[in-house]
């Protein structure tokens, strides 16, 4: 039977990526606890093989041997949930973070990654499964968290978490156990460039491993005797599911398999060609050919699975939870997807929230950067005050809601954190004042559009040189209708000048003066617009105001730099639909170092089609 006949009986089964067997890890991989999903036509969309490209080169010689263990994270579990292609490609992401190597022990999360594929991508939404296309779609689109913000859940909802999670006809909460939390909706999203197809011939598959160095998302037909699975009708060799063993099917084997068609997708990281197997026939016995020699299967792809660590690929793998599969079987019978390594920039260290930024193992003061800021010069006299009104906020009014803090204790204020807990279903509709010795500086004027909440950190220059006795006020103002929330908690955090604190500051702003400029579609450079700055001075406070006119705004990454400096990420997908980005960012990363130079934002448009300008930007900086 060739590839194009298969394809289509593929078709009419409904065998196909998205319908994952699985296991716990923890029991026998029967057949009732491996849930399957229902697939419908999804094959529609995969191209046939032979128009796919191939990744070999005609006249390379690749190794007998190859792997790329160096660039994998910790096997998954999958448990109950008929996800693995989620987990595939989760672990395909994984892995070109740490080709990549900004972030050293990525984990992102498979929750959010089922969640943005139906919600976002709005695929497959009466399924538990999903492809491997459809989530680097979510994943290069609209981008993932990590697994902290938002823990994978082993089973899926009942009807004792949603009445509606039983039968066929489920809502989409039930494949996605939920909605987000605001952890999750708050949470940095992590992004790949674009997937792709490959073809799936052995030395395609070779040339890219090889060649790119990054696995391959593997997935389509799964044939329960071949996986030595507990839901195979024919007898299953323990033996070979300890070692991670999966043969080529046999016909007995695809005709039992068809009668219960499932899918599995998987994580392709390397081979052994000279690797032989003795393959078993339809009774689960050791084949052998009319000579009495034995039958071998011989080629093997190193693949990592997502049935966690304690049953499948035990034994003879490089780690528990990988395994071994013919050559031949994903030749004939799976498809192929890749993806690039990403562009990672990562914020500056903020020296005083607690939280290390850059991503470099160390935290605040411990961070080489903040070698010169305040907060680490002038360590051991800080001042803290907190407050907890769990108050409402009054909705629509411009006088909003005040909340006092008393600092008792005298001395010139060095550096200053203000800690801030808002809960609010669209915290767009926000303005957060902070005032203290007759100063008032806006902590946030109405960004981050339908997000929900606030728990966030503002690092503040505004206030230096200040005496930090006496009262600090803050006022939270919802400046329109419907939505209502409530000011939890705040707390400031002060450092005093162990010394003489810096000179007389002042507040200076700066306008780009080109005017409204294209912003090139799907073009990584982008467009760049500068400024350049001759007033001397060090940096305390800096913000910066962008306007960009785009018919889809959530294409948009927008980053500033200090030209022959460092360059930091001011937005990637913002919340607002479009058609616009009206947004204040305070950026931290430049405070302590010299204002002179050329200021460069860059905006880029990471999709296509959809097209819009940079219409202006400005900064404003309080210097010292």
């Known amino acids: ?293 034995p039958v071998m299967e011989r080629g093997f792809f190193l693949f990592k699975n997502s049935w966690g660590t304690t049953r499948f690929g035990t034994e003879g793998t490089p780690a528990p939870g990988y395994g071994w599969i013919a050559m031949s079987y994903v030749e004939q ?59 409402g906020i009054p909705d629509n009014t411009p006088a909003g809601l005040t909340s006092e803090i008393v600092i008792a204790d005298a001395g010139a204020i060095s550096s200053l954190a203000v800690d801030l807990d808002v809960t609010h279903p669209y915290r767009g509709d926000l303005v957060v004042r902070l005032e203290h010795a007759g100063r008032t500086v806006t902590l946030l004027d109405r960004a981050g559009g339908a997000d929900d909440n606030i728990r966030q950190t503002f690092s503040l220059a505004d206030f230096n040189g200040t005496d930090a006795a006496g009262p600090w006020r803050l006022t939270v103002v919802d400046t329109a209708g419907s939505d209502v929330g409530t000011l939890n908690r705040w707390s400031v955090r002060i450092t005093r000048c162990t010394g003489t604190c810096a000179g007389t500051e002042q507040s200076r702003s700066y306008a780009s003066r080109a005017g409204a400029v294209a912003i090139p579609d799907a073009t990584p450079a982008g467009v760049q617009s500068d400024i350049v700055v001759t007033d001397t001075g060090t940096i305390g406070r800096m913000s910066v105001n962008v306007e960009v006119t785009h018919t889809f705004p959530l294409d948009l990454t927008v980053r500033l730099s200090r030209v022959g400096g460092r360059e930091f990420v001011l937005l990637r997908q913002p919340t607002e639909p479009g058609p616009s980005v009206r947004r204040t960012f305070v950026v931290d990363g430049f405070a302590g170092e010299a204002l002179a130079g050329t200021w460069r934002l860059t905006v880029v448009d990471e999709g296509n089609r959809d097209t819009g300008t940079l219409d202006r930007w400005t900064m404003d900086v309080t210097t010292r």
């Open 333 to 391: 019978y799976l498809t192929s997807y890749i993806s690039d390594r990403p562009t990672v920039r990562l914020p500056a260290e903020t020296c005083n929230n607690g939280t290390d930024d850059d991503r470099d193992g160390a935290t605040d003061c411990t961070d080489s950067d903040c070698a010169g800021n305040r907060a680490c010069m002038d360590t051991g006299t800080e001042l803290t005050g907190a407050a907890s009104p769990a108050a």
């Open 1 to 293: 039977m060739n590839r194009s006949t298969r394809r289509s009986l593929v078709v009419s089964s409904l065998l196909a990526l998205t319908g994952c067997a699985n296991g716990t890890g923890d029991a026998p991989l029967t057949y009732e606890e491996a849930p399957v999903s229902d697939v419908g036509p999804l094959f529609a969309d995969t191209p046939p093989q032979e128009m796919l490209p191939d990744e070999s080169k005609a006249d390379e010689v690749y190794p007998r041997r190859f792997d790329l263990m160096d660039i994998q994270t910790p096997v998954r579990n999958q448990g109950r949930r008929g996800v693995c292609s989620i987990f595939a490609t989760a672990a395909l992401m994984e892995s070109l973070y740490r080709a990549e190597g900004t972030i050293r022990e990525p984990d992102f999360s498979e929750q959010y990654l089922q969640w943005s594929v139906k919600n976002e991508v709005m695929a497959f939404t009466n399924t538990d499964g999903s492809s491997a296309e459809r989530n680097l779609q979510a994943i290069s689109r609209f981008g993932i968290v990590e697994e902290a913000a938002w823990p994978y859940e082993s089973s899926a909802w009942g009807t004792d978490r949603n009445p509606g999670c039983t039968g066929e006809m489920r809502p989409i909460p039930c494949y996605t156990n939920g909605e987000p939390p605001d952890m999750a909706r708050m949470a940095e999203r992590y992004r790949l460039p674009a997937g792709r197809w490959i073809r799936s011939s052995r030395r395609s598959l070779q040339g890219h491993m090889v060649t790119k160095r990054t696995p391959v998302v593997a997935g389509g037909d799964f044939f329960y005797q071949a996986w030595n699975h507990g839901g195979s009708m024919l007898p299953v060799s323990g033996d070979y599911s300890r070692r991670g063993i999966v043969l080529s099917p046999n016909e007995a084997d695809v005709a039992d398999s068809h009668a219960r068609p499932a899918g599995h997708a998987f994580l392709l990281v390397g081979w052994d060609e000279d690797m032989a197997v003795q393959r078993l026939d339809a009774m689960g016995q050791p084949m052998v050919d009319a000579m009495g020699q």
